[in-house]
């Protein structure tokens, strides 16, 4: 499961302003899609509506065919895991903070989903801030393995659809690709991917959505796109 589709969806935070006029789209099981657009556009308010933070103003938003609407927040918050932009490290081992999205995972699922994260060199490492009575420092990871981190936390939960938004985020190049990889292996396991702002991941993305103003002025592959243009 995991297809994701917006039909017509106009939104407003309050009625002086309309922030999308209708969207529609679908993300089919499995597949990435890549939200893209100037600031202000509507990218993140797409994930929020998805997550049910706020409820659309007309038309539906549908996972696999069921109006999320008629889906407890338990189910939905279940069926879609947050990649976070900041994401918080706790004081245990790499190892421990990825097992954090599952208690009851196994030794071998939580190295399973660091590798899909392209996080398994770090598993033993103790993360900044951690310091022992023995003077154990801990490392400081960049903004791109704490994301891995997340990632792989996400993995560990499986969850069918996956949400990545990139509001303010800028990383270099090395660390996109990475990201990158691990968010390819995620999809190749059927999982479906939404993510907002990421420029450099579009070309790898199965649909692009550019969004100028709270409508879609131009969706399809990456292939599609340039020809146009
Ligand atoms: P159906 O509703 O039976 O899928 P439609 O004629 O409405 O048939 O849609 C044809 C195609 O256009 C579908 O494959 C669907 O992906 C896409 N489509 C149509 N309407 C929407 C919509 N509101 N949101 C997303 N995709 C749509
Ligand atoms: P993007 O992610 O593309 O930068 P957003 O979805 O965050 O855009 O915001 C779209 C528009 O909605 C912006 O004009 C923003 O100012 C407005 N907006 C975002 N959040 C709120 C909110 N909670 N209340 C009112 N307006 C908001």
């Known amino acids: 499961g995991g297809t994701i589709r917006f039909e017509h969806i106009g939104f407003s935070y309050d009625p002086e302003r309309q922030i999308l006029e209708d969207v529609s789209f679908e993300v089919p099981a499995g597949k990435m899609v890549a939200i893209v657009g100037p600031s202000g556009a509507g990218k993140s308010t797409i994930s929020r509506l998805l997550?049910?933070?706020?409820?659309?103003?007309?038309?539906?938003?549908?996972?696999?065919?069921?109006?999320?609407?008629?889906?407890?927040?338990?189910s939905l918050r279940a069926a879609i895991g947050?990649?976070?932009?900041?994401?918080?490290?706790?004081n245990d081992t790499i190892f421990y903070n990825i097992k954090y999205g599952r208690h009851d995972a196994t030794d071998e699922e939580v190295i399973a989903a660091a590798k899909m994260a392209q996080i398994d060199d770090f598993v033993k490492t103790l993360p900044e801030g951690y310091d022992t009575m023995v003077g154990e420092r801990g490392?400081?990871?960049?903004?791109?393995?704490?994301?891995?981190?997340?990632i792989a936390r996400t993995i560990l939960k499986a969850p069918p659809i996956l949400i990545l938004d990139e509001a303010t985020s800028a990383l270099d190049s090395h660390t996109e690709k990475e990201i990158q990889d691990a968010l390819d292996r995620v999809s190749k396991d059927r999982t479906t991917v939404v993510i907002a702002h990421r420029l450099s991941t579009i070309i790898h993305a199965d649909t692009i959505l550019v969004l100028e103003a709270g409508r879609i002025v131009e969706q399809g592959t990456h292939a599609e796109l340039i020809t146009k243009h």
């Open 139 to 150: 490392l400081k990871l960049s903004g791109g393995e704490k994301q891995r981190v997340a």
């Open 82 to 90: 947050v990649v976070p932009q900041d994401t918080v490290l706790f």
């Open 51 to 74: 997550l049910r933070f706020y409820d659309v103003t007309s038309g539906r938003i549908t996972i696999d065919g069921q109006d999320i609407r008629d889906v407890t927040q338990a």
